[in-house]
């Protein structure tokens, strides 16, 4: 009795969960090409509605599981759209992502029959929230070209930051657009939370406007606080200095040269940031990586990096760069390496001696 029962449940939250799927919106198994077909079809002309996820996505999934399969997103978006979806990061989807420019997930691009961009739709939403981004996307003056018109009609901090966060949304370099209106706009304007975030977020490090807004750093640190325009500036460029500094820039096709390191290491230099913080030396041992110093590098572990607490996550990401480097080592840098990792073991052999010495007196 008790298993009849447990599958009559069973078979019902099946039979619910595909009546709540199909009340959802209707994403169909179709190349983009025969959604163009069918989108075109002159007895029901429809726009296409392409859902951009990866696999790895927890936003994407769950609008997904959470917010497409209810009534009210099947209601506005099935009469509207042909929907399909694809992973960014396989097949057609790799193609999708390249012709139109996705680098944020998730993104729903909305085309029309042919193909072309309309709008598109960024970030996580619920169901109503959604909806209300698709209606704002489908007005014409809210399309890419619409408020292109709007800014350069009016050249303003009010038109300019909708059209520079348009491009950023498209793949497309908003900084000339924000260099622009940096050099019309008032100080409150452009010292602003909303344009700093946008203007420092997608800046080029280095560029010839990253330099401009550099020379107004400390305007920029009375108008946010200082550890978080320092933040901001460092975020930009922490990544692609860990890949050079472990020799992997070229497998994520990163590319700079040594002086370009040498510029970020300096400048990262003069904005002091906390010393005592493993990560802020990323810069200086990506210059000694590029440079092929390994003496130099070897040198700074000991001066620096030795000293941090060995639990710390980031003094492991650093030891692993300079474990790393044993391959290219002589014998005498082999010999500096391996000591330096003696020393290590040695000052955790302390730490332990001193936490069970703690243990031991507590009676």
């Not at 200086?284 to 620096?304: E, P, Q, S, T, V």
């Amino acid at each position: 009795m008790k298993k009849l029962i447990k599958s009559l449940l069973f078979v019902i939250a099946v039979f619910y969960c595909q009546a709540l799927a199909a009340q959802g919106v209707n994403f169909e198994t179709l190349t983009l090409r025969d959604a163009m077909s069918k989108a075109n079809d002159p007895a029901n002309p429809k726009l296409i509605l392409i859902d951009c996820y990866t696999s790895w996505c927890m936003p994407c999934l769950e609008m997904a599981q959470q917010e497409f399969p209810k009534k009210v997103a099947g209601d506005y978006i099935n009469p509207k759209f042909v929907s399909i979806k694809f992973d960014m990061e396989k097949g057609e989807g790799k193609e999708i992502g390249k012709k139109y420019g996705v680098t944020a997930y998730p993104t729903f691009l909305i085309l029309n029959a042919h193909g072309q961009e309309i709008n598109r739709v960024v970030g996580k939403s619920t169901a109503d929230e959604f909806i209300e981004k698709v209606k704002t996307a489908l007005d014409p003056k809210n399309s890419l070209a619409g408020i292109k018109k709007a800014y350069e009609e009016n050249k303003s901090m009010a038109t300019g930051m909708p059209y520079a966060l348009a491009l950023y949304k498209n793949a497309k370099d908003p900084s000339p657009v924000l260099e622009e209106i940096f050099d019309k706009a008032m100080d409150f304007e452009r010292f602003s939370n909303d344009y700093l975030e946008l203007a420092l977020g997608t800046v080029k490090f280095g560029s010839p406007f990253f330099r401009k807004m550099m020379m107004y750093k400390a305007e920029m640190d009375q108008a946010m606080g200082t550890e978080v325009i320092n933040r901001i500036i460092f975020d930009k460029i922490r990544k692609d200095m860990y890949q050079i500094a472990a020799g992997t820039a070229a497998r994520y096709n990163i590319v700079y040269t040594p002086q370009q390191v040498e510029d970020i290491a300096y400048t990262v230099g003069l904005m002091k940031l906390p010393s005592d913080r493993p990560e802020t030396h990323m810069c200086k041992i990506a210059l000694y990586a590029i440079n092929k110093d390994l003496d130099g590098m070897i040198d700074y572990y000991k001066r620096y990096i030795a000293y941090f607490r060995q639990t710390d996550v980031f003094k492991g990401i650093l030891d692993g760069i300079l474990r790393a480097q044993v391959s290219k080592a002589s014998e005498a840098q082999k010999a500096a390496i391996k000591a330096y990792f003696e020393n290590n073991a040695k000052s955790l052999n302390k730490e332990a001696q001193q936490s069970q010495f703690q243990a031991e007196s507590i009676k």
